[in-house]
Structures are given as C-alpha cells and as structure tokens.
C-alpha cells in the first residue's frame, strides 16, 4: 500500500498545479487579445495584480505586446479548387502554455496511477522537459532582453519548474515497482507434480487490477486532451471575430450615446411624436372608480399603458419610483392604464402570454374602489414585487398587507365597475394603436425608446414643461399660479 500512498497525494498535486497554470495561460490569452472595444478604462483581475492596471506601464502588458509575445508559422491550407495554398497563424505563447497544462492536466487524470504508467512514463517526461527548456528560455528573453517582470508570466514558469519535479519524483517508485515485478514473476508459478499453477502474491502491487496503461488508452488521452486544445483554439477565434463585429459598430454606439445625454437632442425626439388628445389633461381619470379628477389641467400627465405579469413593466415602475422622479421638475400626474396580455380579459391577443394579468388588474382596481389612490399604488408595488409569482399569491393577503378589507377587495374585483375600468382601457389601446407593453405616453405623445429609459430625458422635459407652464401663467393673470406650484405627485 506504501506505492499507492506515494504516487496518489503526488498525483493530484500534478492536476492541481496544471489546472492553476492553465487557468493563468488562459486569462494572459486573453489579455493577449487587448481589452474588450469600449473598456479600455477597466482594470481586469489580472491586471490588477500585475502593476495595479492593465496598461502599458504595467510588466505584462509590457511583455504581451513585445514581439516575443507570439510565434508568427505559415501552415499549408486546400482551396476549394483543392489546391495548396499558405496562410499566415498568430500563436499567442500564452495559447502554447494552455495548450501545455491541458495536456498535462489530462495525462495526469486520465491516464490512472503512475504505477501502471510503464515505458509510457517517457510521454509525460518529455513534454515536461520540453517545457522547461522553454520557460528557461522565456525567462531568459523576460529578464534580459525585455527587462519587464511580468508577474504572471513567472507564476507559470514557475509551476512548470514544479511539474518537473513532481514527474521526476515519480522515476524512482516505477524503477522499484519494476523490480518487485520482475522478482515476483517467478513466484507466480509453482510446480505441483506435473502440472503448473498460477498463484497470485498477496502483495498489492502484483494483485491482478494492476495493468499496465494500454497504447489504446494512452492514445485516447492525447487524443482527448488534442481536441480540448482545439476548442480553446476555435473558441479563441469566435471571440476575437465577436471583438472585430463590435469594434466595427462601436462608433454608431458612441454616436447614439452622444444623442442619449443631449437634453436637446431627446426633447426634440419626443416633440417629433404626434400628440393623441385623449391621453392628454384629466380626462385621463375619468371612469376611475375613487380617482382624484380635480387635477389641474396645466399639470403634466404621464400615461403608462402596463401589464402587472410584464417584467419590463416592472422595471420601468421600480426606475421611475427610484431614478426618474428624482430627474423631474415640478409637479406631474400619472395615469396608469391596463392592457393585460391575457385572452381572458383581452380578446386583441391570440396567446395567452401573462395568464394572470386580467385578475391583477382588477385587483389593483379593487383596491382603489376600496382605499382611494394611496391603497391603489401600494397595490401596485405589491403586484408588480410579486409578478413571478401572480396566481400562486392570495390577493386577500396583499389587501391584508397594506390594511384593506380582504373580503371586500375580492367582491369588488368581481364587480361590473371595476373590471369595466380595465376593458375600457383596452379598448382605448386599440383604439390609438397600442399593443405592446410598456407603453408610455407624456402628454399624448408618445416617449420614444431613445428618451423612455433615459434619466437625461426625463430631467430635460420636466424642465420645458415647467418653464412653459410658468410662462403661461404669467401671460395669465387670472391663473392661479400656486396651483401649478402645488399640485402633489401622485405616482408612486
């Protein structure tokens, strides 16, 4: 048992050291690459231990863009014609050292205890001595003729210095496991009369689930381990044909960052929008059981066309409860309106997408009927906080939550006015044209993607409203002008 103690520790200590280097080679390929298009500013994990940025002060970036960084080989290709022809391959040096402890790495695992190795303990010599005349190589050209310490780089060689000795310390216990064969074959027979019997030794080390690794086997590992290196190597093309596709479309994206932070630029965006009259001032309370119809006209209104089971509904609600309203100026009503994507309350839509939106939507409803426009929002919140959940979730639990009658929420949600309210709503999205939720309406015009999720957007358009609202009121003498001033925002 003494041979299995040795060589197992040892053994994984072997997969340990391959799989830290292939992990370092991996990330300097990498960084090989240069930084994804657009972050050049951001500091990798890598790079932070490596001169606290990856730039060109630091030792590896130093070495990554150095000539000696890659090995430059002309292979032969076929044509379609089927003729030869020569192309060029850049081989990062960091691509050979994965392709080096992946190799290693699955020799290690795969090839099953060093005692069973025999002569094709060669294989595994080889290779690690071929890699230890590179890296003394490497560190050579590193220290000498580059003059940079790339961190990295010398962890890796120096993981590649303690392979070496972890395969050289596995030469003395196969050379003694080789003698007790040797010895032991000729206890493996006894002369009984005339006949031979074969008796196997009690000792482990000749016990019959010793073989020896077979060529089969042994070829099947490096085939194995070959074609793991060559994923990495096709999977390193497609990322870096993924990075040239984004580099190509970078500029157009700079452009439409630029537009998206011009306050003036996403104004005129919105006013380019037709105004729909019938989203605009307080008749876009009416028919609200409960609802607050005393807004001042002057007063901005926010049409928001939504469905309780959309999770881009949900996202536009939780950003306006905590970025956008922070962004506008002045006093503003906001009109929320159904269109549940669900056949049960919505013929329009062929599938029943959110299955559960038509009974949130009357719930919501009921709510208001019931408490007025604050336990109409703190219904909203609690629907929109449980949408993945909706139809699992007691109604009656969430009136209960924010003090409602639970008993009463669920009549109401039954009642004619209340589920007349959300059918209502739908019509009027047919009518104008809307199908799909959210949709977002500032005054009959509709917000543009380019301006919906765009804190400049908002700040921006509060402020024209704001001073045009101010202007007219001033050009009025018979306006009160505290009622602008004053008006309470009613969403969230």
């Known amino acids: 048992m003494r041979s299995r103690t040795t060589f197992m520790p040892l ?268 989203l605009v001032s307080g008749s876009s309370l009416a028919n609200r059981p409960g609802a607050d119809r005393d807004a001042p006209d002057a007063v901005p209104v926010l049409t928001i066309f939504t ?24 006093p503003i009503h906001v009109s929320l309106r159904h269109l549940p994507l669900n056949q049960a309350c919505n013929d329009s839509v062929s599938v029943d997408i959110h299955p559960n939106a038509c009974e949130a939507g009357y719930a919501v409803e009921a709510a208001r009927l019931q408490g007025g426009e604050e336990a109409f929002w703190k219904m909203h919140d609690l629907l929109f906080a449980s949408s993945y959940r909706l139809g699992e979730t007691s109604y009656a639990e969430l009136a209960s939550t924010i003090g409602l009658d639970p008993a009463q929420l669920e009549a109401d949600m039954d009642r004619d006015v209340v589920k007349r309210v959300v059918a209502r709503d739908i019509a009027l999205a047919g009518e104008i044209g809307v199908r799909t939720t959210p949709s977002v309406f500032l005054n009959g015009r509709r917000v543009p993607k380019i301006c919906l999720n765009n804190p400049v957007f908002w700040g921006a358009i509060s402020a024209d409203l704001l001073h045009k609202a101010n202007l007219a009121a001033s050009d009025d003498t018979s306006t009160d002008t505290d009622a602008v001033a004053t008006s309470r925002v009613i969403y969230p």
């Open 307 to 330: 469905d309780f089971q959309c999770p881009h509904c949900a996202c536009l609600a939780s950003n306006w409860k905590h970025s956008y309203a922070r962004h506008w100026q002045g």
């Open 11 to 278: 053994r994984l200590v072997l997969v340990a050291l391959c799989g830290v280097g292939g992990w370092i080679s991996g990330e300097l390929v990498t960084e090989h690459a240069g930084p994804w298009p657009g972050t050049e500013g951001s500091s990798s994990y890598v790079g932070r231990l490596c001169g606290g940025s990856w730039d060109a002060q630091s030792g590896c970036a130093a070495v990554l863009e150095s000539d000696w960084s890659a090995v430059d080989i002309t292979v032969p290709s076929l044509t379609g014609g089927l003729s030869l022809s020569w192309h060029r391959v850049v081989i990062p040096v960091a691509f050979i050292g994965l392709a080096y402890f992946v190799f290693l790495g699955c020799w290690f695992l795969f090839a099953g205890p060093p005692q069973q190795w025999g002569g094709w303990y060669v294989v595994p010599l080889v290779v690690v001595a071929a890699g230890a005349c590179g890296s003394i190589a490497l560190l050579w050209i590193l220290l000498f003729n580059l003059g940079a310490s790339c961190v990295w780089c010398m962890v890796t060689h120096g993981i590649n210095g303690l392979l070496l000795l972890g395969v050289l310390r596995l030469r003395p216990k196969l050379r003694e496991r080789s003698g007790d064969l040797e010895r032991g074959a000729t206890a493996r027979a006894e002369v009984r009369g005339s006949e031979y019997r074969v008796v196997e030794p009690s000792n482990p080390v000749f016990s019959s689930a010793q073989v020896s690794l077979t060529p089969v086997a042994a070829f099947r590992i490096v085939g194995f381990a070959v074609f793991v290196v060559a994923f990495a190597w096709m999977y390193r093309g497609a990322k870096l044909e993924t990075r040239t596709q984004v580099a190509r479309f970078l500029p157009y994206k700079e452009f439409v960052d630029e537009r998206r932070n011009d306050p003036a630029f996403v104004v005129r965006e919105f006013y380019a929008e037709l105004q729909n009259m019938r």
